[in-house]
């Protein structure tokens, strides 16, 4: 009831918001000529827009419920003591979001604001100027272009949840400025690139506290010809065949280690930083994907290294990979229903290389039934998430998951 009460709330909030913008846009149309344009509202399938007549404003608003049954409701476990924690079963809410998106003034100067009801946080506030494909820019809060897996929307995730590696190398949610853009000079003369500037102190937070910024880069090249976006699941079935390969770099200070929709954080068995600053963090990735006829294939590979500057300089190496595939068996089986995807994941790393005496592994097995699309989508999953130390298993679980993800 606290969630639904919670979500209801955001959804009058959003149609508050609409209006609002949609009145101050006609004034500002009004007053600069005198003419009046109105500002209608219309449900196209995708959310409720609100636009100007004359096309110089616009507003979209758009919901997402993603209603989960977990057993055993753990999530993912992190360490030995996870393994043996009892945490029940989850069945509810496990996201509610409120999108606000649109143009202001011009249709290449626009916004974007993510709302998380259940948690009651602003996920991302974005303005960018978009005008050319191949130089744009924009500032404010949201998930950093650096890996594929993490760029995916979770409302278009083709597994349940990220990989496990993702909480150990994501740079997630922060605040700051990039440049990015589009080339294609054809052929495979295609490329993305993404370079910004953050405070990397994780979301909601307006101070980098050392003073030092966190810098990040992707260069992603669409080597058949077409872009690729963070997209997973080839639903359209792709007539050509469109693939990818990218690199990404990150190198920052600061008194945390890791970052997550809830802010920033550390691994296990690293303490809240003593001094600002404390961790020197570099970090890169190679990641590829690839689309033909119903299947997706994705892949990343990581490295981290953290440098302990208050404590004699200890560095600590992390390194950790996965490999994903999805197909619509319907392409090579004709009793195959057409809707219905199946999708495999294997994923490891290491918390330290250098001690080589922990690895985590996790397999996970996922069957999606599409009914519009990752708009309105079924999944049923069972991973299996281990730890091995000193190449002993010493900690397995296994966990049952069907979701119900529907956007509108």
């Known amino acids: 009831m606290l ?21 101050a846009a006609l004034a500002i149309e009004v007053g600069a000529e005198q003419e009046s344009y109105e ?9 409720l827009v609100f636009q100007s007549d004359n096309n110089g404003f616009s ?7 993603q209603f989960r049954y977990a057993n055993p409701g753990i999530g993912q476990p ?7 924690y009892n945490a029940g079963n989850q069945f509810g809410i496990n996201r509610a979001r409120v999108k606000l998106d649109g143009h202001i003034a011009m249709p ?13 946080r602003t996920l991302s506030a974005t303005l960018a100027f978009e005008k050319y494909d191949a130089l744009r820019f924009k500032f404010g ?15 278009g995730q083709q597994m349940m949840d990220r990989s496990i590696i993702n909480r150990i190398f994501t740079l997630d949610r922060q605040m700051g400025a990039s440049i990015y853009g589009h080339i294609d000079n054809g052929g495979a003369a295609n490329f993305n690139y993404w370079a910004g500037v953050f405070n990397g102190s994780g979301r909601g937070d307006y101070s980098n506290h050392d003073g030092e910024a966190m810098y990040s880069g992707r260069l992603q090249w669409n080597f058949l010809g077409k872009e690729v976006g963070f997209k997973n699941s080839d639903i359209a079935r792709s007539s050509t065949p469109k693939a990818a390969i990218a690199i990404a770099g990150a190198k920052f200070k600061s008194q945390f280690t890791r970052f997550s929709s809830s802010g920033a954080g550390n691994l296990t068995n690293f303490d809240e930083g003593e001094i600002e600053g404390q961790y020197d963090i570099q970090q890169f990735l190679i990641d590829g994907a690839y689309f033909y006829q119903g299947f997706n294939a994705q892949a990343e590979y990581h490295e981290k290294k953290i440098v302990d500057v208050a404590n004699d300089n200890i560095k600590t190496t992390l390194r950790g990979y996965y490999v994903q595939a ?4 319907n392409g090579s089986l004709s009793w195959w229903p057409k809707p219905l995807e199946i999708a495999v994941r294997y994923a490891t790393y290491s918390p330290n290389t250098s001690e080589k005496d922990e690895e985590f592994y996790e ?11 990752h708009d309105n989508k079924l999944t049923a999953q069972v991973s299996r998430i281990s730890l091995d130390q000193f190449d002993n298993e010493v900690g397995d679980s296994t966990i049952y998951s069907l979701q119900w993800d529907i956007s509108f």
């Open 3 to 23: 969630y639904q009460y919670r979500f209801s709330l955001c959804l009058i909030s959003t149609v508050f918001l609409a209006s609002f913008f949609s009145s």
């Open 39 to 47: 500002t209608s509202p219309a449900y196209n399938g995708d959310g």
């Open 59 to 65: 507003l979209r608003a758009r919901g997402r419920v």
């Open 78 to 84: 992190t360490e030995l003591a996870d393994f043996d």
């Open 108 to 120: 290449w100067i626009n916004y974007a604001v993510e709302y998380d009801a259940v948690d009651q």
């Open 141 to 155: 809060q949201w998930k950093v272009e650096y890996s594929r897996e993490r760029s995916v929307s979770s409302g």
């Open 326 to 329: 999805g197909y619509f068996l």
């Open 363 to 373: 397999k996970s097995l996922a069957l999606n039934w599409f009914f519009k699309g």
